[in-house]
């Protein structure tokens, strides 16, 4: 039994380079298998979005060609390619009627009666009794699921989404998320979706490339990013993480030994991703989630084998569900611990010496000549 | 019944804000409004009333006009000169065709595909300005001179032979003839025709044309069906400033015409500057403007552009 391979998308060497000199897009393979929920992340001008229109057509790759299935589209312009793009700004035609803009594609295809097909769609998207009004009178949302609906309708071999829930406001952004997961398994297309909010990759998408410079920094699946980052861009990129920079001690077998400070921390070597030689430096990277903290006059109770670490609780906020503690230490300012509000120890206050400790297994390490805070968000960033 | 938990009625913010004594501001607008509206007053309203009771008026020269309410003088004057009525009306309207046909291509190319050059073409286009509407207008009679090179070439490419069969032109001229005066006119008015269509073609979201060929839509199917009908708004207006001007014009005509191209600016300007029959000009200058305004009314509702913007 073959599997139809027909919405597949095959980047191979493509690169953007633009007039001015400007490489969005620095030579890259990617493979997006037939059916699949594939994310690309990345901050503002990482190239994300220039991969997404030269997989559209609306951009001329400098090098290197794109297939869908076994066909190479490269050079075919977007109106004869089977894809359809969810706009940014939606793009609705103002001028057209929601039936209308719905309408458009099955319309240019030559086919006649779209009534039928058109009403479906909408109800699918719940917006039967808008069909007569125009873009501009609908909400946001609204508008969003209208430009859902004008894409899926072609029955595209693959869905392009360029930030489409960019615009929407939080509560409706977690409703649409879901909407679209489910609109993807019920009509099992391919969707490729461009965004900058990590924890909207990690929910929709089977696999998520992390997009940095023009590069692609990682792929995997969600859990296999955040549990095992290989650069220091998608350890900080995605969710938080606390980097230490350490010196690689004497090895024993299957766990690296490291000195951080005066402290020995154990690292298994198949979670490094550096080249580890003794008297070198690696990055031992731990997220925030996986680090307990016992007052320092517990320490006895902590069992053997755990990496520690010292510090002195510089903040503490409670958020409700967990508190989330700032830590001076040694050797490392600011470490971030997050603890789930459980059983709560009245010591852990600002001032109170702790000791930080966590399991060897949850450890993973950096190459240390990166820059540690590559991928933090700035305020700067956030705003722009 | 939950009304306590109704929040407050926002009647207790209001009341002092009538009360500041930035009330006065309220009147700012009919301020600003103020100097035009008195130019509207002195320099529209005023003039109309004036002519509406000179169309009304009997008498000569000699004796001085009189009010009689002689409503005839328009009946007459339609009767009289329907001919040039009509005529300026053809002409205007071939003038404005010609116009959105030379005008549009260069407002899109501006718009979408000018890059840099952009303010370079727009400065092109307003600067026959810069020079009198009668020295361009005369220029046109050196341009289409009978011994000169555009009628030689249009004569050896039997353009000509084309043009007289369809009464455009008589015999070997351009000069005196409709064509001329068609030709005058579309030059004239093409900027007032660029720069309204130039306006809605670049507001236009580029992403629009995008979506068209993301959704299958040929290069040609986008102009018809996205890009045409979301620029409609300058076609109207762009039609309108160029068609009104052209109807009421007369230095076209008087200048690359003959008496047979007189339009009913031509006539207007002999009754009131030779002839000196004031209510007959009058009268003729308001079948004109009820003229326009009729074909203006039903143009935009046909055209339904109010829905557009």
């Given amino acids: 039994m073959t599997t139809d391979n027909s919405g597949d998308v095959r980047l191979s060497g493509i690169s953007k380079t633009y007039d001015n000199g400007f490489t969005a897009v620095h030579p890259l393979d990617l493979t997006v298998p037939q059916g699949s929920f594939f994310a690309l992340l990345g901050a503002s001008g990482c190239g994300k979005t220039t991969t997404l229109r030269m997989i559209a057509g609306l951009e001329e790759p400098s090098t290197g060609t794109v297939h869908l299935g076994d066909q190479d589209v490269t050079l075919l312009p977007p109106y004869k390619r089977p894809v359809n793009t969810v706009f940014q700004s939606y793009a609705l035609f103002p001028h057209l009627d929601i039936f209308e803009n719905v309408a458009f594609g099955l319309r240019r295809r030559g086919i006649k009666s779209v009534k039928k097909?058109?009403?479906?769609?909408?109800?699918?998207?719940?917006?039967?009794?808008q069909a007569r009004k125009k873009p501009h009178q609908l909400s946001g949302g609204q508008q969003q699921r209208v430009a859902v609906?004008?894409?899926?309708?072609?029955?595209?071999?693959?869905?392009?989404?360029?930030?489409?829930?960019?615009?929407?406001?939080?509560?409706?952004?977690?409703?649409?998320?879901?909407?679209?997961?489910?609109?993807?398994?019920e009509v099992g297309i391919t969707f490729v979706h461009v965004t900058h909010d990590?924890?909207?990759?990690?929910?929709?998408?089977?696999?998520?490339?992390?997009?940095?410079?023009?590069?692609?920094?990682?792929?995997?699946?969600?859990s296999d990013l955040y549990e095992n980052p290989r650069t220091t861009f998608v350890a900080n990129f995605l969710g938080t993480s606390n980097l230490i920079e350490a010196e690689v001690g004497t090895g024993n077998g299957d766990d690296l030994v490291l000195k951080a400070g005066g402290g020995k921390l154990i690292l298994p070597r198949a979670r490094c991703s550096a080249p580890a030689t003794a008297g070198g430096k690696v990055l031992v990277g731990i997220r925030p989630e996986k680090i307990a903290l016992t007052h320092a006059d517990d320490?006895?109770?902590?069992?053997?084998?755990?990496?520690?670490?010292t510090g002195r609780i510089a903040d503490a906020s409670f958020i409700g569900v967990s508190t989330q503690y700032v830590i001076d230490s040694p050797v490392c300012d600011e470490l971030a611990v997050y603890v789930q509000n459980v059983e709560r120890d009245g010591r852990l206050v600002p001032g109170a010496e702790v000791v930080l400790h966590w399991s060897p297994a949850h450890t993973f390490g950096l190459d240390a000549t990166q820059d540690i805070d590559a991928g933090v968000e700035t305020v700067e960033e956030e705003a722009a | 019944m939950s009304t306590l938990q109704e929040a407050p009625p926002p009647l207790a913010t209001a009341e002092p804000a009538k009360k500041s004594p930035r009330g006065r501001g309220r009147l700012t607008p009919y301020w600003l409004l103020l100097p035009g509206l008195l130019w509207l007053v002195v320099f529209f309203a005023l003039p109309m009333i004036y002519q509406a009771s000179t169309s009304v008026q009997t008498g000569s020269l000699e004796d001085g006009y009189k009010v009689t309410w002689h409503f005839a003088t328009y009946w007459d004057a339609l009767v009289e000169y329907w001919p040039q009525f009509l005529r300026s009306v053809l002409y205007a309207a071939a003038a404005t065709v010609l116009?959105?046909?030379?005008?549009?291509?260069?407002?899109?190319?501006?718009?979408?595909?000018?890059?840099?050059?952009?303010?370079?073409?727009?400065?092109?286009v307003i600067a026959p300005f810069f020079t009198s509407f009668l020295i361009r207008t005369l220029a046109w009679k050196t341009i289409l001179a009978d011994s000169g090179p555009v009628v030689h070439a249009l004569n050896s490419l039997h353009v000509l032979d084309l043009t007289s069969w369809i009464g455009w032109t008589s015999g070997d001229r351009v000069l005196a003839t409709p064509l001329a005066v068609v030709c005058g006119l579309t030059y004239n008015f093409l900027p007032f025709m660029i720069l309204p269509l130039y306006t809605s073609l670049e507001r236009i979201d580029g992403r629009l044309h995008e979506a068209a060929g993301d959704l299958y839509a040929k290069p040609s199917t986008t102009f018809r069906k996205?890009?045409?009908?979301?620029?409609?708004?300058?076609?109207?207006?762009?039609?309108?400033?160029?068609?009104i001007p052209a109807a009421g014009d007369y230095v076209n005509a008087e200048l690359l015409g003959s008496t047979d191209t007189r339009m009913i600016g031509n006539v207007i300007q002999t009754q009131f500057l030779r002839i000196l029959d004031y209510p007959t000009a009058a009268a003729l200058s308001f079948i004109l403007m009820a003229a326009i305004l009729l074909m203006v009314t039903v143009y935009i509702r046909r055209s339904g552009t109010e829905d557009l913007v």
Wanted: hydrophobic letters at 50%; glycine letters at 8%.
């Fill in chain 1, 149 to 185: 609906a004008r894409a899926l309708i072609n029955h595209p071999k693959v869905l392009l989404l360029d930030e489409p829930l960019g615009a929407l406001d939080l509560k409706l952004r977690r409703q649409m998320q879901l909407e679209l997961k489910r609109i993807q398994t």
């Fill in chain 2, 99 to 124: 116009c959105l046909l030379l005008g549009y291509p260069l407002a899109y190319l501006i718009a979408f595909r000018a890059g840099r050059w952009r303010n370079l073409i727009m400065v092109l």
């Fill in chain 2, 226 to 243: 996205v890009t045409f009908p979301l620029s409609m708004p300058g076609v109207v207006s762009g039609t309108l400033l160029t068609f």
């Fill in chain 1, 198 to 222: 990590q924890e909207e990759a990690m929910t929709m998408a089977d696999t998520v490339a992390v997009m940095n410079a023009g590069r692609v920094e990682q792929l995997g699946a969600p």
């Fill in chain 1, 117 to 129: 097909q058109v009403e479906e769609m909408l109800e699918l998207v719940q917006l039967g009794e």
């Fill in chain 1, 299 to 309: 320490a006895g109770t902590i069992p053997e084998g755990r990496n520690r670490l």
